[in-house]
T-cell receptor, first 111, second 113 residues
Framework: GQNIDQPTEMTATEGAIVQINCTYQ??????LFWYQQHAGEAPTFLSY????GLEEKGRFSSFLSRSKGYSYLLLKELQMKDSASYLC????????????FGAGTRLAVHP | DVKVTQSSRYLVKRTGEKVFLECVQD?????MFWYRQDPGLGLRLIYF???????EKGDIPEGYSVSREKKERFSLILESASTNQTSMYLC????????????FGSGTRLTVV
């Protein structure tokens, strides 16, 4: 079957670094997405990885290992506004670009 | 910036009512999707459409139907609302290049009483 696993909750301190892990199993694979979702709001696109390695975008980086079915989102210099849910989503092959989402990781950043 | 607009942020409906959730995107995207989001379950795909009048079932289509008469509008229909359809409903659209990701609407929180 198709499955995405990520931790349910994490806490971290303002200014610190946090890594949110995601493992996936899909029928074929065309890429891995990370979205940020603040409470009561729509998810917003953070990153897309299709090749192995690290992609850096400012304070946020995303890593992919296709052979291990593994990704992580790295958040540096944490700010209070980073408190949100982070959704991992995989794109199986087979057309129509239908994303499979994990249940999300709720991150709480404390002063 | 692409805009995806859902007509209502909050809705309360009675069991058995027919419910229409509307979604409009302003960027001529071909692909549109309806998800529901429930605590602990994440986003689950209900229906999607890859062109006008074309629709495909997602993972949980039971109790729902959709309509796509115009490219910019994708409607989700609850034929006879039930309490287990109380949820957050999210519409999304996607341009041709998948690496830009979905753009989501702000969501409709539906409560069926």
């Amino acid at each position: 079957g198709q499955n995405i696993d990520q931790p349910t909750e994490m806490t971290a301190t303002e200014g610190a670094i946090v890594q949110i892990n995601c493992t996936y199993q899909t029928s074929g694979f065309n890429g891995l997405f990370w979205y940020q979702q603040h409470a009561g709001e729509a998810p917003t696109f953070l990153s897309y990885n299709v090749l192995d390695g690290l992609e850096e975008k400012g304070r946020f980086s995303s890593f992919l290992s296709r052979s291990k079915g593994y990704s992580y989102l790295l958040l540096k210099e944490l700010q209070m506004k980073d408190s949100a849910s982070y959704l991992c989503a995989a794109l199986p092959s087979g057309g129509y670009n239908k994303l499979i989402f994990g249940a999300g990781t709720r991150l709480a950043v404390h002063p | 910036d692409v805009k995806v607009t859902q007509s209502s942020r909050y809705l309360v409906k009675r069991t058995g009512e027919k419910v229409f959730l509307e979604c409009v995107q302003d960027m001529d995207h071909e692909n549109m999707f309806w998800y529901r989001q429930d605590p602990g379950l994440g986003l689950r795909l209900i229906y999607f459409s890859y062109d006008v009048k074309m629709k495909e079932k997602g993972d949980i289509p039971e109790g729902y139907s959709v309509s796509r008469e115009k490219k910019e509008r994708f409607s989700l229909i609850l034929e006879s609302a039930s309490t287990n359809q109380t949820s957050m409903y999210l519409c999304a659209s996607l341009e041709g290049a998948v690496n830009y990701g979905y753009t989501f609407g702000s969501g409709t929180r539906l409560t069926v009483v």
